[in-house]
């Protein structure tokens, strides 16, 4: 009998095993309110306790919510992030956040070139018919429906020109992403990654993550975009991969270097506090020109010894005496010549510039081209064309508000050279580099085919002053540059 009564416990802990290997009933899910932030640490353990790889300076050793606000000591995400500021230095926010300790600086900042971008937005937009100055990149229109070309351009401005502003952390290639307002000068970014909360003087990098591309800043590092199609890509990448390790976007072609870089200068050791509107205008001769008993310029990298004038690099703490002009035609043609038209060693010029508008949701044109310095339209095509996923669907970010709205803003060039500068004599009678900046043609087809707009262009060449940053020795025909375009008394 024990034996039988032994059987039976044994089948029944033997089935009772067997049902426990059944999937149990999901357990009802906790609230997030009561969920602690870490279980090894106390229920209310403070911003640190997730954020405790934070590294901040010894001038901004500050509590989290002194910034971010929120809440402090609390143990569920919910009550820390209860009136967070994600974004304090935030165009929008810096005022109240940043401005609080350094409120000049922020209101400078605010009127800085670098926050409004006064000068290039309205010579777009009057380009195509503006009758008014716009004061900031908030101030664009947007239009319900696109109707004419200068809202065609303001769409474009917002959407696919304003994607490095401080408005937002840049577009997503490893070299470019950057912090917003205050943070986009003043945070180090590597590979799309915060560093650390330290803030510090800008850098070549905080320079380059919106200077990039073919425009002031890339030329002062030789590069010069190569052009978008796929018989240009070096390494050639697989399609349908993502984002391949491309820094800026696009590959550079490897150009002659500015003088200044190759000697070890950095951006600040020219453009000292150029972010707060507080550097004065400097010109080349006001190094290079000068002469014992003067003033040294106002650099805080400059300084008059043995009557001559040294430069101490911010970057690498190397001196350098800076050389004076010597040649005679720097006399004879110094007032009616920019400095470049001689020394520019090379110039961007693409032209010209076809901007296209789609709704359409047709990609297999844009196969060879889906590299178009923008990150976003990149990602889509390469989705579209080669993902087995659905499709997504065309439409782009405004690069001011984060706003999705339908259709694509596609990019290619005419030719995109940089040999032959192209030199001209400008409105104030000095004789200058110019490039095709505004060499702009935009169009738009909608997804019925319908094409409102086909291949219009602005008023004028769309040519405009530019100095490039190639600087370099002038050489002996020098004045084959400008020489035709002297008047007879030779000036």
Known sequence: MKCYFALILFILLLLSSCRSEEPAAPAEPQPAAVIPLAASQPEKIGCTGCHNAIKLDAAHD???TSCHGGRDNEGTIEAAHNGLIAQPAHPANM???????????????SRSLH????????????HFGAQTRVQTPADIPVSAAITTPLALADDMLRRRCLRCHVFSGGDDYPAVRHGTGCSACHLAFTDKKLQSHAF???TDNQCLSCHYGNYVGNDYYGRYEHDFNWEYRTPYSSSGSGLPPRPYGVENQSLVADIHQQRGLVCTDCHQDSGHNRSPALTCADCHAWQPGRPAPPLRTVQVRDKTLVLTSSHTGAEHTIPAMQHP???????????????GQWSYNDAPTHLLLSTVEEYDPWERLTVQ???EVELLLEHNLYSSEAEREPTMRDGLTGESRPGIWYMGYGQRRWEAMQVARDGDGVIKVFRPILDLHLSMVEDDGSVPFDNIGGTGSGLRPYTPHTTGYAGLFYLDRFKHLLTPDGK
């Open 62 to 64: 500050l509590a989290c």
């Open 95 to 109: 005022a109240t956040t940043c401005g609080k300790c350094h409120p000049e600086q922020v209101k400078d900042a």
């Open 115 to 126: 926050f409004t971008l006064n000068n290039e937005i309205n010579a777009v937009r009057m």
């Open 200 to 202: 510090v003087a800008p």
């Open 329 to 343: 035609a720097h006399q004879q043609y110094g007032p009616t010549v920019a400095c470049q038209v001689c020394h």
């Open 373 to 375: 310095s923008s990150s």
